[in-house]
């Protein structure tokens, strides 16, 4: 799977993958609802932290805007498993080994941290709409305060 057209309208990138818990986790299972698909590098890492808290802490109001929100890692579910244990998360988060996810999102490839070029995970966020395409995509985030950021879009796109 490798990155797709990720603009306005555009069919959303199909994904199966395990969850924290093994279970098999599709964007079908969310047909009808908003999806907040958000990737992020690694469990229980600073900015990762503090994204999925203020995810988790958001949950109430995306629930009111009738979204739910998936995060993505290349972490495996036991790893995952830990860091929802560690800061009682509530989310739910997908294991991407393989970076098929990733790379379908465009959240995988060459990254400048400190003057230092990599390749990894790209911090970035798809919301898709009710009909499985994509309403909107932040290619590149910061992890403090990108959850009132995507619940500020997702309240300007529901209306």
Same mark, same amino acid.
């Given at each position: 799977?490798?990155? &797709? ?22 964007? *079908?299972?969310? @047909?009808?609802?908003? %999806? ?48 929802? @244990? ?14 098929? %996810? ?9 990254? #400048?941290?400190?003057?230092? &070029? *990599? ?11 009710? @009909? ?10 910061? @992890? ?10 997702? #309240?300007?796109?529901?209306?």
């Amino acid at each position: 799977m490798s990155k &797709t057209d990720l603009s306005v309208g555009s069919k959303a990138p199909d994904f199966r993958l395990p969850d924290q818990d093994g279970r098999e986790v599709a964007l *079908s299972d969310f @047909a009808g609802q908003w %999806l907040v698909l958000y990737f992020y590098p690694r469990d229980d890492t600073p900015g990762c932290t503090v994204e999925a808290c203020d995810f988790t802490a958001g949950l109430a109001d995306f629930e009111k805007l009738d979204a739910v929100v998936l995060g993505c890692s290349p972490d495996s579910p036991e790893s995952h498993r830990k860091f929802i @244990a560690k800061y009682n998360l509530k989310l739910t988060l997908l294991s991407d080994p393989e970076h098929k %996810l990733l790379q379908a999102y465009g959240a995988w490839g060459e990254k #400048t941290l400190y003057g230092k &070029t *990599s390749v990894g995970v790209i911090r970035s966020t798809a919301i898709i709409d009710p @009909a499985g395409c994509i309403a909107h995509h932040f290619p590149k985030v910061t @992890a403090q305060g990108h959850s009132a950021e995507v619940q500020a879009k997702l #309240t300007e796109l529901r209306k």
